[in-house]
T-cell receptor, first 116, second 113 residues
Framework: AQKVTQAQTEISVVEKEDVTLDCVYE???????LFWYKQPPSGELVFLIRRNSFDEQNEISGRYSWNFQKSTSSFNFTITASQVVDSAVYFC?????????????FGKGTRLSVIA | EPEVTQTPSHQVTQMGQEVILRCVPI?????FYWYRQILGQKVEFLVS????????KSEIFDDQFSVERPDGSNFTLKIRSTKLEDSAMYFC???????????FGPGTRLTVL
């Protein structure tokens, strides 16, 4: 069965610090997709990134970077030089492709607080 | 930039009443979803919809729930007889293809009294 674990419930950092949010997943499929979504205090879910299981290249987008390692079933998210606007709950999610399951399975989320 | 919209943003209802939550997916998307998030908890899948029929549903999506695409733009979630435990944020999402990125609406906060 598919599962996403975000072991860090809450993280608090001071502005300009780097922070890494951990995500570990479980799946039996060899083809799957991993996602990160941001949920700011206003409540909406904002898409950040989608990676497929065959693409292990790390990705950088501005201050955001993602480290995908199939060997450890992890898809970690790093924010460099954090800002107050980064304060939000961040969800990692998994979607399996082979079994026909397309729904997203979410982790419990990590609440990030960036203090000025 | 196209986005998913949802109405109302907040719905308050009495236990046992029927509610209909409305969503307008992104216009060229073919797959539609409903998720819910009980306050402070993770986002949970309810149902997916493609080609005018349910393609998958979770255990949460029991007989009191139904979905419909009444016209070419709207996608609705109906809860027939609301319970206190239905209080949650309900998110609609859509994607262009199966397994593609799902884009979420802003959510409808449902409060059942």
């Amino acid at each position: 069965a598919q599962k996403v674990t975000q072991a860090q419930t809450e993280i608090s950092v001071v502005e300009k610090e780097d922070v890494t949010l951990d995500c570990v997943y479980e799946t039996r499929d060899t083809t799957y997709y991993l996602f990160w979504y941001k949920q700011p205090p206003s409540g909406e879910l904002v898409f950040l990134i989608r990676r497929n299981s065959f693409d292990e290249q790390n990705e950088i987008s501005g201050r955001y970077s993602w480290n995908f390692q199939k060997s450890t079933s992890s898809f970690n998210f790093t924010i460099t030089a954090s800002q107050v606007v980064d304060s939000a709950v961040y969800f990692c999610a998994l979607s399996e492709a082979e079994s026909g399951n397309t729904p997203l399975v979410f982790g419990k989320g990590t609440r990030l607080s960036v203090i000025a | 930039e196209p986005e998913v919209t949802q109405t109302p943003s907040h719905q308050v209802t009495q236990m046992g009443q029927e509610v209909i939550l409305r969503c307008v997916p992104i216009s060229n998307h073919l797959y539609f979803y409903w998720y819910r998030q009980i306050l402070g908890q993770k986002v949970e899948f309810l149902v997916s919809f493609y080609n005018n029929e349910i393609s998958e549903k979770s255990e949460i999506f029991d007989d009191q729930f139904s979905v419909e695409r009444p016209d070419g733009s709207n996608f609705t979630l109906k809860i027939r007889s609301t319970k206190l435990e239905d209080s949650a944020m309900y998110f609609c999402a859509s994607s262009e293809f199966r397994s593609d990125t799902q884009y979420f609406g802003p959510g409808t906060r449902l409060t059942v009294l």
